[in-house]
């Protein structure tokens, strides 16, 4: 039986291994670095090296490697041994403070959107001692950030950590207003719960698309999909049990809160959620987990999908985003408090980010646009592209009541006013949740629905981070010039404006429904439905004053963001363009047509043996399911034939255009493909189709 508190954080240099394992002198000074962001003294640095060495030769590390995150949004890594040659030609074990403090990867194979030049390899590794080390087969993994030989952030994590001093900053001034000095620090806080597919590994290495795109490209519905809802949290099978026992035991070895664990929705679909972590740490906890998910099932013979559709017509996997912002006294500034004073300041941190939101919309969507999202947003499995706030009917008449001025039910003062003693205690939690909203209020903490399964939660999380500090500062401003003496008028007349000027964003019903399209659209909102509509928006001229005048981004760092998400936008569109070429050309059609000569062949003998007998037939199956398969098959080969003269076209364009050519041109093309290959495997003998079928891989394990 597991020892899962003994397991715990086994493979984590921790806080209680340095607290054992350091001089409490070299502790302590590492602490205030931390604490402080200060620049780590070589001396402690040696000293930490030393004992992280030793402790990773014994958790069998041969290797070391500075862990990052670039911008493929996956993790990268270069191992160098700890192998020190010795004049006697024996060798010792050696880790020095200035290779726990800063690497050198070759940088020229990683996207840049034009901050270096391919020739110009030198990049740089910094060590986030914020973020625990960690040994990981075999190797000692120093999470770092990344950025090139100029000093530009080359990853996620360099922008997200930047957000993260932003919005402590900005969030202390807040809380001295209302008499809180004791407060040192503000986190944010982030639980991402991740959904994902697990597939047969013999079945995902017959199909091309899967290989090739994650998701497949070509396939007919199964008799059977969700529409029964039996699989969701239902009764986990032998084989997926045996994964999430063995996918748990590898995380918590690791460090990575992994808690609760469930089927999904979609046949063959799970989700895995963690407990809350500080927002970094629970980005490369992310990380983490989707790599281990990945190897674990291998192992069972099977293989993980992350994409977010990977099977058309049952639903698609998200990530969604729980966010909170609490003190380093534990108190939690987004959950209603006890008496009017807490709820004023509730209030005040609740009001900052339905303002960001609003303002900021198009950014929230900018941040989880990618090719595979563009399947999933909008279904009927998340939320649309419309981005709005979910606040629940009760603090929604909460808000109403201050914004009017009228009574609430639940206030025994009647008339509401913020900082004083009229203000009623505030819901918690009331009220169900929205699974259609975007940005939901769930009691004490926000859940942003529309991350995608495979997508790295730092750019979601930072642009929250960053347009809560840009709202928190302005709020600061104007309370600040208040003065003690007018601070509870100044925060009621805030607040009130506040709600007026942005309840727009605020919206409880059915995300799903047209009316509610037309209703955002008379609003005002935006409905940037595909990556490429959104992209854009991300180099609008009060997004580059935002995240500039708060140092998360310089602007030729936002440019090169930009290049690389659209660049990555067109990349994936040409392989699926390409991939579904090859499968139709190579194996769809080669198969029907073999299909369609055994058919004719038993047709003629048919024929012949009924003439022989002078029985005339007038329907049979196998002349008309040959004349409608050798229908489909010409259509099929003219599709194919249009779909790579338009996939040739699209050199010497520039990204935009290239981007809105493969949206308005390609995909369509591919997508009248699809229909029709879809339409030949429902008529051709299951033995004769070339790859798996849907009802193969959804429901074989």
Known sequence: MTNVPELFGSMVFNDAVMQERLPKETYRSLHKTIENGNELDITVANEVAAA????????????????????????????????????????????????????????????????????????????????????????????????????????????????????????????????????????????????????DRDLYDRRKDLIFCKRTLFGAPAPKGQEMDDHYFGAIKPRISAFMKELNEELWKLGVYARTEHNEAAPAQHELAPIFATTNLACDQNQIMMEIMKNVARKHGMVCLLHEKPFEGVNGSGKHNNWSISTDAGTNLLEPGKSPHENAQFLLFLCAMIKGIDEYQELMRVCVASAGNDHRLGAAEAPPAIVSVFVGDDLAEVLDCIEEGKPYAGSKSGRMEIGVSVLPSIPKDSTDRNRTSPFAFTGNKFEYRSVGSSQSIAGANTVLNTIMAEELGQFADELEKAGKKDFNKALNDLIK??????????????????????????????????????????????????????GIYTEKEMRSRYAILLDSYNKIINIEAHTMIDMARKEILPAVSRYAGDLADILSSKIAVSESVGIKVSHNMEEETLTTLSELCDKALTQVVRLETLVAKTDHRDELAKGEYHRDIVIPAMNELRKTCDAMECLTAKDMWPFPQYGDMLFNI
């Not at 996956?74 to 403070?97: C, N, V, Y």
Request: hydrophobic share 35%; proline share 4%; with cysteine.
């Open 52 to 199: 992280m060495k030793d402790w990773a030769v014994e958790k069998g590390a041969t290797h070391f490697t500075h862990w990052f995150q670039p911008m493929t949004g996956r993790t990268a890594e270069k191992h160098d041994s700890f192998i020190s040659p010795q004049p006697d030609g024996k060798a010792l074990m050696e880790f020095s403070g200035k290779e726990l403090i800063k690497g050198e990867p070759d940088a020229s194979s990683f996207p840049s959107g034009g901050l270096r030049a391919t020739f110009e390899a030198r990049g740089y590794t910094a060590w986030d001692p914020t973020s625990y080390a960690f040994v990981k087969d075999g190797v000692l993994c120093i999470p770092t950030a990344f950025c090139s030989y100029g000093g530009e952030a080359l990853d996620k994590k360099t922008p997200l950590l930047r957000s993260m001093e932003e919005i402590n900053t900005q969030a202390l001034r807040i809380l001295k207003l209302f008499g809180n000095k004791e407060v040192k620090h503000v986190w944010t806080t982030v639980g991402a719960e991740q959904e994902y597919f697990l597939v």
């Open 497 to 550: 404006r506040t709600i007026k000027e942005h309840k727009r964003i605020l919206f409880n019903g059915d995300g799903y429904s047209e009316v509610w399209e037309e209703e955002a659209k008379r609003r005002g909102l935006a409905n940037l439905k595909t990556t490429v509509d959104a992209l854009p928006a991300f180099l609008l001229e009060k997004n580059i004053k935002l995240f500039t005048t708060h």
